[in-house]
């Protein structure tokens, strides 16, 4: 009776033995798996490489026993693996017999697959910079610095959004802002402005005002236009920052429509 307790127990040990060796072998055979996908292998042609290497030479039928491949998938996928030099064959008896090649293989894959990327890389760079959407920040101080903003607005020639204009900014740069005016009228550039009441007598041409609570009062404006976005600090030394992001002017604009739908006339 104790010795069949003592088999059952030995039985019981080698069963969960095997089943630990099998986890582990299962899991080093996915993650080689995934090594050879992303060296540009398909999930069949590493499946199929590593049967290979663990079978030997083997005929196709094989391979499909082993692999759970179906039969024309394995021919479809060894072609491929031909190509690329991880796989070949001989006959037998006039059979085909697949093997794997040596692993060193897949080191000259690399390299070729970086020797391609390296070829094409500068063009691929020219589509990215070409169609991708250019995000900055630029910090400007002084009166010509902050002057650069409202140059850029002309340039750009569409609508400007105003959160918190000050009259500081006629006295900042009162040599400059009547030309930018003149110019701004003459592109037929719309402004539309929110300021506290207290800033009631600015006039500003080709715009529409509303007004903001007192507490808005300040010596900072926010001017949102294109896909920008300019914080101007009005002081006697002005500095400003300005963002192009589309994404950081898009929230601002919400922003402001939500503001001005919500301020008085």
């Known amino acids: 009776m104790l010795k069949n307790k ?38 069949n042609e590493a499946k199929i490489y590593l049967t290979l290497l663990n079978l030997g030479p083997s005929p196709a039928g094989k391979i499909t026993e082993k ?32 093997e794997a090649t040596n692993p060193q293989v897949l080191l000259d894959i690399a390299t070729k697959t ?69 110019e701004r009228t003459k592109k037929k550039i719309k402004v539309r402005l929110l300021i506290d009441k207290a800033e009631e007598k600015l006039k500003v041409p080709l715009s529409q005002v509303k007004y903001l609570p007192d507490e808005f009062s300040g010596p900072t404006a ?12 009005w002081i006697e030394n002005p500095y400003a920052i300005l963002i ?4 950081v002017a898009d929230s601002y604009k919400k922003h402001f429509e939500f503001m001005w739908k919500n301020a008085k006339d």
């Open 114 to 182: 970086r020797d391609d990327i390296t070829e094409v890389l500068p063009q691929l760079e020219g589509l990215f910079n070409q169609t991708k959407e250019k995000k900055e920040t630029l910090f400007f101080r002084g009166k010509n610095g902050v002057r650069n903003i409202f140059v850029d607005q002309i340039n750009e020639g569409e609508e400007v959004l105003i959160i918190g204009a000050s009259k500081n900014a006629y006295e900042v740069l009162k040599y400059y802002l009547p030309h930018y005016e003149r």
């Open 222 to 233: 926010t001017n949102i236009y294109a896909d920008k976005v300019a914080l101007i600090i």
């Open 67 to 98: 692999s759970g491949i179906h039969r024309r998938s394995v021919y479809d996928a060894i072609d491929r693996l031909t190509e690329k030099g991880a796989v070949g064959y001989m006959k037998t008896n006039n059979v085909k017999v697949y």
């Open 6 to 43: 003592q088999k059952k127990h030995i039985y019981c040990c080698g069963d969960k033995l095997h089943q630990n060796i099998y986890i582990v072998w299962k899991q080093y055979f996915l993650s080689m798996k995934e090594t050879l996908k992303n060296l540009g292998f398909t999930d």
């Open 244 to 247: 192009k992001d589309k994404d």
